[in-house]
C-alpha cells in the first residue's frame, strides 16, 4: 500500500489549521449537546443559541469527517493487519463500549424516565446505531471501504459525485451516511493531491 510523502499528513508532524479546524468542530458537536440539555432543564430554547446552532450545523459533522479522511492515506501505508488492528482498537472497540454503557443505563433507567427502551437495542448498536456515537460506527465502516480500494486512490475519490448526487435522492441515515461518506473521501483527495493543490 502506498502513501503520499508530501501530502500535509505525516507520522510524528502536527499542522496547527488542522488541530484548530477539528477543535472548532468538535466545540460545534458539544455546543449542540448543550443546546439540549439547556431546553431539557428550561423547557424552552434560547433565541441566540438556536441561531448559533443552526448555523454550526451544516458544518460540524463534514470538517470532522473531511479531517479524518486527511488521515487516510497515512493508515493505509501500514500492512492490512496493522490497519485493521489499529481501527478496531481505537474505533470499534471504544464504540461497542460507550454505545452498549449508554443503551445500559437508558435501559435501566427507562421506567423510571418513562421512556421505554426494548432489550433490542443492544443489538441495533452493530447494524443501526442507536446512540450519540454513531460518528464512530461510520468511521470504522468508512475506513473498512477505503481498504480493499487503498491502491486505486482514483476509484475511492470518483465516488464523491455519485455519494452526494445519491445522498440527495434517499432519505434517513442512509442519506447521512452517503453525505458524509463523500468528505471522507475529499479528506483523502485533499491529502493524495496536496503537493498540486499547495502549488497554487
Not at 80 to 90: D, E, I, V
Not at 134 to 160: E, G, K
Not at 169 to 195: P, Q
Request: charged letters at 15%.
Amino acid at each position: 500500500m502506498s502513501i503520499e510523502k508530501t501530502g500535509p499528513i505525516k507520522t510524528g508532524s502536527r499542522l496547527d489549521w488542522i488541530d484548530a479546524l477539528r477543535g472548532i468542530a468538535i466545540l460545534a458537536v458539544i455546543f449542540y449537546h448543550a443546546r439540549g440539555q439547556v431546553n431539557g432543564a428550561v423547557g424552552f430554547d434560547f433565541g441566540l443559541i438556536i441561531a448559533i446552532d443552526d448555523a454550526l450545523g451544516p458544518f460540524r459533522m463534514p470538517i470532522l469527517m473531511l479531517l479524518s479522511g486527511m488521515m487516510l492515506s497515512l493508515s493505509l501505508g501500514k500492512s492490512w493487519k496493522a490497519y485493521l488492528q489499529g481501527k478496531f482498537r481505537k474505533i470499534a472497540w471504544p464504540y461497542v463500549v460507550w454505545s452498549v454503557g449508554y443503551v445500559g443505563i437508558l435501559f435501566l433507567a427507562s421506567s423510571r424516565r418513562g421512556v421505554p427502551v426494548e432489550i433490542n437495542e443492544f443489538g441495533k448498536i452493530f447494524y443501526s446505531p442507536p446512540t450519540y456515537h454513531w460518528y464512530l460506527a461510520y468511521l470504522l465502516v468508512f475506513y473498512i471501504i477505503a481498504l480493499p480500494l487503498s491502491n486505486f486512490p482514483w476509484v475511492r475519490h470518483s465516488t464523491i459525485p455519485f455519494a452526494l448526487i445519491a445522498s440527495s435522492m434517499v432519505e434517513g441515515d442512509l442519506k447521512r451516511f452517503l453525505f458524509l461518506w463523500a468528505f471522507f473521501m475529499a479528506g483523502d483527495a485533499i491529502t493524495t493531491h496536496w503537493k498540486k493543490i499547495s502549488s497554487f
